[in-house]
């Protein structure tokens, strides 16, 4: 059973920068490919973006393509999301994801899930 929590969340103004972190544990962390979802309110969970089991692909939502950032550290078991440039679209729930396959992500699907934290982008 794989454990995942996050943290970085917070508020931030639009344009601003956060980055996110997952840290997990319970399992071989470098055979699960890692990704992050997020959810707004009033709106169905979705895909935010993936990284491979090495870190060398990455996939994202077209919505967050060139703003978004994934990448790994598997020595510190730990999956980064950094995000520039926000917009206030942005703000939602964001939920770190493990899977032992890296296609169930990208068809919004995971097979571990952290709790989430709260990023809030004000205009």
């Known amino acids: 059973q794989v454990q995942l929590v996050e943290s970085g969340g917070g508020l931030v103004q639009a344009g601003g920068s956060l980055r996110l972190s997952c840290v997990a544990s319970?399992?071989?962390?470098?055979?699960?490919?890692m990704g992050w979802f997020r959810q707004a309110p009033g709106r169905e969970r979705e895909f935010v973006g993936t990284?491979?089991?090495?870190?060398?692909?990455?996939y994202y939502a077209d919505s967050v393509k060139g703003r978004f950032a994934i990448s790994r550290d598997n020595a510190k078991n730990t999956v980064y999301l950094q995000m520039n440039s926000l917009k206030p679209e942005d703000t939602a729930i964001y939920y770190c994801?493990?899977?032992?396959?890296?296609?169930?992500?990208?068809?919004?699907?995971?097979?571990?899930w952290g709790r989430g934290t709260q990023v809030t982008v004000s205009s």
């Open positions: 990284v491979s089991l090495s870190g060398t692909r990455t």
């Open positions: 319970g399992g071989k962390f470098s055979s699960y490919a």
């Open positions: 994801a493990a899977s032992i396959a890296l296609i169930r992500m990208t068809s919004g699907e995971s097979d571990y």
